[in-house]
């Protein structure tokens, strides 16, 4: 007791410092403070802004999610995720769209004309595929090589969307992209897709929970802390982590599927390696290895992605920078102070 | 590669036949690119006997584990398994029965203590083994019973090598690989620690090869030691004989050259 007598208090620098690397109540500041913005923006530009949010924050979610399966829970650093994203966006497009009387286009694509919820599977297992061939080449590469390679891929994906003409019709891009149509009712409102997101955001969300709280879920974070002891105890690990791999680029694909039909038009902008870049942001932001941390920093970057607009002081040329110096700001002041992020368990 | 009886039985002086080792290793060299690691090594366990390796440090003692585990590049010799070589890939090394425990303890510190144990044995399909096998291993360390829910992060080095033993025994190995397992450790722990490896061998009658560089602790209670040095055998026999020879300080002192090794 007398020690604590003489022990001098901490500063106000001190004591900040302290509650930033304090799990609990940083999270816990965090989540009041993301989502009361969030109901301060729903009340501010009333409920329609809200859906739209809502609907950008699922399928953000749903990305973040699935990518943090790989990055937090299995230790893979990869900044490819936005190619799976783009194969289920594009996928969605061109199973879907009709471009027959579209003017602009500057060649002809295969028309397939299927409905939604036949082509969303479609997308899903594209980018499951993808992943397979990917994922066993990524499989020879592990730390700083496995960081470069999966920029390769997010390069060579781009690419592929942006000259593969006769399938993407390059830069012109794909618009009507269906919505989805269960018979006669067609969810071309925004509350009814909002609704589907959420049906799947809570899917991936439970089938995400499911696997990192299974046995097979302790084997990824046994490899993410050393690969070579989980080796030595019987996991053939080269497979679970392909098997993660596929798993979280199938989830991709599924919100790149809900992307382009919620936005009814699919180009290679918005995959490119800035949207990479910024969706890892994301889930180190929110914090590796955890589920709810990921949900929090994709409604983060949702909240600061769509609020940017209404500060009309800011030209709008420059809203898009402004939004990236901000995250990045974000995310060095995070490296510095918490570097496992707003809910994480694991430093980067 | 294969070795015959005769080979067997003119490198092991051991009481029992070479023949009939548990896990025998034949002139097993490594090479780290033009380092040479192991330099035809050859050495016996049997079953039941809990055998050292000594040696100093760069000598090759915890390569011998590496190359029975296959995380070393052996490029010459075999390692048998029951007579059988040992030939499969890491991952399925623990299923042939061999369970090692890594230097500096490498416990999965995001994982509770449970966590750590469970992942030692999840090769094994059967639920009620696995769950046999955790009490059985927590009543082996009831320090890990008080602390199970705990992370491993959160306990001491002691602990976690504890813990990193009981994961190894989690496998139901019936050769158990220790490398190193007093690095670090306070000398009241390393007591303990020696404690835990004695009773280990004695009670559960695994059959243990450890390296270990506390030479008084492990020859007190080892059946049989090799003395490795500069990659090579230098020594092997039983505790006494390694007691009576001046080979431990030739070969710690460096009195001891290739030449002779």
Known sequence: MNGNATTASPSLFERGMLMLREKGDLELYANVFVIGWAVIFTLWQGVGFAVTLGTVFCIWAILSVSLNLVVGYTGLLSVGHIGFFGIGAYGMAILTSDTSYELLRTESIPQFGLPFFAALPICVLAAGVAAVVVGVVFNRFRDDIYVLVSFGFAIIAFNVFLSWRALTRGAYGIPD??????????ADGEIEFLALCVVFLLIVVGISWFLVSSSFGRVLKAIREDEQVAQVFGYQTTYYKLAIWVISAMMAG??????GSFTTFVDPNSFILLESMLLVSIVILGG????????????????????????????????????????????????????????????? | MVATDQDIAN?????????????DLVDISVHYGAVIGLDKVSLAVNQGELVAVMGPNGAGKSTVLKAIMGLAPVVGGTVYLRGEPLDVATHEIVKQGISFVPQGRRVFTHLTIEENLRLGCLHVGDRDEQERRLE????????LRDKRRDYASAMSGGQQQMLAIGRGLMAGPDVL????????????????????????????????????????????????????????????????????TDILTDVFLGKVGDEEA
């Open chain 2, 11 to 23: 490198r092991d002086g051991s009481d029992a036949p070479a023949s009939e080792a548990l896990l």
């Open chain 2, 136 to 143: 059985s291993t927590l009543d082996l360390f009831p320090i």
């Open chain 1, 254 to 259: 599924l919100a790149g599927g809900l992307l």
């Open chain 1, 177 to 186: 992209v269906q919505r989805p149509q269960i018979g006669s009712w067609v």
């Open chain 2, 177 to 244: 690989l220790l490398d190193e397992p007093t690095l670090g450790l306070a000398p009241i722990i390393v007591t303990e620690v020696f404690e835990k490896i004695s009773e280990i061998s004695q009670v559960l009658r695994t059959t243990i090869l450890v390296v270990e560089h506390n030479i008084q602790s492990i020859l007190d209670i080892a059946s049989r030691a090799y003395i490795l040095n500069n990659g090579r055998l230098a020594h092997d026999g039983s505790p006494e004989s390694v007691r009576e």
């Open chain 1, 288 to 348: 590796l290895a955890s589920i709810r941390g990921s949900l929090l920093g994709a409604l983060a970057f949702v909240l600061l992605e769509e609020g940017m607009r209404f500060i009309t002081y800011l030209p709008s040329e420059f809203i898009g920078q402004v939004r990236q110096v901000v995250l990045g700001v974000m995310l060095v002041l995070l490296m510095l102070f918490r570097p496992q992020g707003l809910a994480g368990r694991y430093k980067l």
